[in-house]
């Protein structure tokens, strides 16, 4: 045992009327909504990198956090460990996620690499078992090292394609191991500076094979888990491939991998986008590779992704009521992929910001199921498509255009159009968050 969280106890539930700033309001693990119970429909987990690897530092600025495990030895690494699953413990949750190199740190070859990772992932199996926490998945970092700075599968030189295989090997076989619910891609800098050095197509090829190398493997070992791909559209690159998650599917169509890989989508990324983060979710549904969520937020005054914990309940509601109309989460989960600001610097900071974030997908998840079980949305939806069930209409989407412009023309049909109603829907929401 560490004493870093001495002094705070297990984040017990007191209610809405509570005013403890460690305690949960919303969140009961075995509370039924919609006839699962709450843990079960959010799957919430603790990220490795920004809760216990990010030292606070800026572009204008370094490090402002002290922790006892930073440093680049094992012996970091492993009290590193020890204060995670104290944490995990205090908060209740179900899950954590990691990078390779947020466990452990890198050593002089990349043997030496994997055996830290594998040695941290033993201490990992040992707490899993004795705390119940579970792994919503893993990940290599194919970004930080300097050998990635023009990409990992993108890159122009194949012997850096080469290491970032066989590292994202090592990666896969120890999630695999720990019994991981899915594996994550994120392309750190799978994209471009600038097209004066840059082959696309080139480029587009290599990350397409390679990551239907991922899935190759993924199903030899087998895997149960599901392979996942972050969107994002910028940042650090000026453009990243996988932009967003119709740009995404695009790309898996391109490579016959939509019926394997799935997309992981969050909060910040899909404003980057320029898109709302209900509509990323929409979208993905609608596509058929829904698979998991970063949960945080980005702030909109900034031009760039702050990863800020969740704290908008009416966004977060949106969200899972587009995530519980899709059938819900299956392996997937929300992982708060958020970082302190670099002036919380105490440890119960770290605990209060994951309780809020717990506290806030409550909310949104309470939110949600009492809009599916209201049924007006799904009524006006109804109302206002209609006219597509009737015999007529559904015969049409079977016919021609010639055939259509004839009824048109014989018919004299002239439609007028019908209010979208968007102000009373939107009233109708606020009913509920």
């Given at each position: 045992?560490?004493?870093?969280?001495?002094?705070?106890?297990?984040?017990?539930?007191?209610?809405?009327?509570?005013?403890?700033?460690?305690?949960?309001?919303?969140?009961?693990?075995?509370?039924?909504?919609?006839?699962?119970?709450?843990?079960?429909?959010?799957?919430?987990?603790?990220?490795?990198?920004?809760?216990?690897?990010?030292?606070?530092?800026?572009?204008?600025?370094?490090?402002?956090f002290q922790r006892p495990w930073f440093g680049d030895t094992m012996e970091h690494a492993r009290l590193k460990a020890e204060v995670a699953f104290e944490m995990f413990e205090r908060l209740r949750v179900p899950f954590f996620t990691?990078?390779?190199?947020?466990?452990?740190?890198?050593?002089?070859?990349?043997?030496e690499s994997n055996a830290n990772v594998r040695a941290i992932a033993e201490i990992f199996a040992e707490k899993m078992a004795a705390t119940g926490v579970g792994l919503l998945w893993g990940t290599a970092n194919l970004f930080s090292?300097?050998?990635?700075?023009?990409?990992?599968?993108?890159?122009?030189?194949?012997?850096?394609?080469?290491?970032?295989?066989?590292?994202?090997?090592?990666?896969?076989?120890?999630?695999?191991?720990?019994?991981?619910?899915?594996?994550?891609?994120?392309?750190?800098?799978?994209?471009?500076?600038?097209?004066?050095?840059?082959?696309?197509?080139?480029?587009?090829?290599?990350?397409?094979?390679?990551?239907?190398?991922?899935?190759?493997?993924?199903?030899?070992?087998?895997?149960?888990?599901?392979?996942?791909?972050?969107?994002?559209?910028?940042?650090?690159?000026?453009?990243?491939?996988?932009?967003?998650?119709?740009?995404?599917?695009?790309?898996?169509?391109?490579?016959?991998?939509?019926?394997?890989?799935?997309?992981?989508?969050?909060?910040?990324?899909?404003?980057?986008?320029?898109?709302?983060?209900?509509?990323?979710?929409?979208?993905?549904?609608?596509?058929?590779?829904?698979?998991?969520?970063?949960?945080?937020?980005?702030?909109?005054?900034?031009?760039?992704?702050?990863?800020?914990?969740?704290?908008?309940?009416?966004?977060?509601?949106?969200?899972?009521?587009?995530?519980?109309?899709?059938?819900?989460?299956?392996?997937?989960?929300?992982?708060?992929?958020?970082?302190?600001?670099?002036?919380?610097?105490?440890?119960?900071?770290?605990?209060?910001?994951?309780?809020?974030?717990?506290?806030?997908?409550?909310?949104?998840?309470?939110?949600?199921?009492?809009?599916?079980?209201?049924?007006?949305?799904?009524?006006?939806?109804?109302?206002?498509?209609?006219?597509?069930?009737?015999?007529?209409?559904?015969?049409?989407?079977?016919s021609d255009l010639a055939a259509i412009a004839e009824r048109v023309e014989r018919e004299r049909i002239d439609p007028e159009p019908r209010s979208g109603r968007q102000e009373r829907l939107e009233n109708w929401i606020n009913r509920?968050?």
């Amino acid at each position: 045992m560490s004493d870093f969280f001495a002094g705070i106890d297990k984040v017990p539930f007191k209610g809405p009327e509570s005013d403890d700033p460690l305690a949960f309001r919303f969140y009961e693990p075995d509370r039924l909504v919609l006839g699962k119970r709450m843990e079960d429909h959010l799957r919430m987990a603790v990220c490795y990198w920004h809760s216990f690897a990010w030292p606070g530092g800026d572009p204008f600025g370094g490090q402002t956090f002290q922790r006892p495990w930073f440093g680049d030895t094992m012996e970091h690494a492993r009290l590193k460990a020890e204060v995670a699953f104290e944490m995990f413990e205090r908060l209740r949750v179900p899950f954590f996620t990691f990078h390779d190199r947020d466990i452990a740190p890198e050593g002089a070859s990349l043997a030496e690499s994997n055996a830290n990772v594998r040695a941290i992932a033993e201490i990992f199996a040992e707490k899993m078992a004795a705390t119940g926490v579970g792994l919503l998945w893993g990940t290599a970092n194919l970004f930080s090292n300097r050998r990635f700075m023009a990409g990992a599968a993108t890159n122009p030189d194949p012997e850096v394609f080469a290491y970032a295989a066989a590292q994202v090997k090592c990666a896969l076989d120890v999630t695999h191991e720990l019994g991981g619910a899915n594996y994550v891609l994120w392309g750190g800098r799978e994209g471009y500076e600038t097209l004066l050095n840059t082959d696309m197509k080139r480029e587009l090829e290599q990350a397409g094979r390679f990551l239907s190398m991922v899935v190759e493997y993924k199903n030899r070992i087998g895997f149960p888990g599901t392979i996942l791909i972050e969107p994002k559209p910028q940042e650090p690159t000026k453009h990243q491939y996988d932009y967003d998650v119709a740009t995404v599917f695009g790309f898996l169509q391109r490579f016959g991998l939509e019926g394997e890989v799935k997309v992981n989508i969050e909060t910040g990324h899909s404003v980057l986008a320029g898109h709302s983060f209900e509509h990323e979710i929409a979208t993905a549904v609608a596509l058929g590779v829904f698979g998991s969520v970063d949960a945080n937020r980005n702030d909109y005054q900034s031009g760039w992704d702050t990863d800020q914990f969740p704290n908008n309940v009416p966004e977060v509601a949106l969200a899972i009521y587009h995530i519980l109309k899709g059938g819900g989460f299956t392996t997937g989960g929300f992982n708060f992929d958020a970082k302190l600001r670099r002036q919380s610097l105490d440890p119960v900071d770290l605990i209060g910001a994951h309780v809020g974030g717990m506290d806030v997908c409550a909310r949104g998840l309470l939110a949600a199921a009492a809009m599916i079980e209201d049924g007006g949305l799904e009524a006006a939806l109804a109302e206002r498509y209609a006219g597509w069930e009737t015999p007529g209409a559904r015969a049409m989407l079977e016919s021609d255009l010639a055939a259509i412009a004839e009824r048109v023309e014989r018919e004299r049909i002239d439609p007028e159009p019908r209010s979208g109603r968007q102000e009373r829907l939107e009233n109708w929401i606020n009913r509920f968050v």
